[in-house]
């Protein structure tokens, strides 16, 4: 089976804190990806990665960037958090199929 | 860019009813996926759709991609309270990406 994991499912941080969020997955997939899910809007792609060191901008980049040193970790990187970015975090990963295999999430609190 | 819309938005249905809900595009899609997001959980793949025209089935799940390949729908017969969840259509666009519909929050009543 597939396991992609995520380093928290909940984190509270502050304003202007820096956050990183972990995804890893155990399948040597070589895409990985970055989601935000907010309710009425669906899951929007943040960033998303095809191999290491790699990184391209989803549709809604800004704010965030991304760190991809191994093929089976991807972190998402919130340089300066604000309270606009509270949400759920969702990491996916794929392989050449079209299928992406999910994390459970991170819900994130931005105070 | 290409304007998705799902619907409906939310259900409430009792046990043994049938659900359907639906995705449409202002764009063209060669493949349609569903997936289903249980609570707390990350979204899992229910089913991929290849084909224009194609109906597919998975048990009691019944989807179809349109023939315009606009859209597609999703079915589900007979449900039961573990259905409970969000249900997303997430066509594939360019570069192997995924786009998201807002999802249809489906609460079934025992």
């Known amino acids: 089976d597939v396991k992609v994991t995520q380093s928290s499912r909940y984190l509270v941080k502050r304003t202007g804190e820096k956050v990183f969020l972990e995804c890893v997955q155990d399948m040597d997939h070589e895409n990985m990806f970055w989601y935000r899910q907010d309710p009425g809007l669906g899951l929007r792609l943040i960033y998303f990665s095809y191999d290491v060191k790699m990184k391209e901008k989803g549709d809604i980049p800004e704010g965030y960037s991304v760190s991809r040193e191994k093929k089976e970790r991807f972190s998402l990187i919130l340089e300066s958090a604000s309270t606009n970015q509270t949400s759920m975090y969702l990491c996916a990963s794929r392989t050449g199929g079209n299928e992406q295999f999910f994390g459970p999430g991170t819900r994130l609190t931005v105070l | ?110």
Request: proline fraction near 5%; hydrophobic fraction near 35%; charge should be negative.
């Open chain 2, 1 to 110: 860019g290409q304007q998705l819309n799902q619907s409906p938005q939310s259900m409430f249905i009792q046990e043994g009813e049938d659900v359907s809900m639906n995705c449409t595009s202002s764009s063209i899609f060669n493949t349609w996926l569903w997936y289903k997001q249980d609570p707390g959980e990350g979204p899992v793949l229910l089913i991929a759709l290849y084909k224009a025209g194609e109906l597919t089935s998975n048990g009691r799940l019944t989807a179809q991609f349109g023939i315009t390949r606009k859209d597609s729908f999703l079915n589900i017969s007979a449900s039961i309270p573990s259905d409970v969840g969000i249900y997303f259509c997430a066509p594939l666009t360019s570069g192997s990406r995924l786009t998201f519909g807002e999802g249809t929050q489906l609460t079934v009543n025992p």
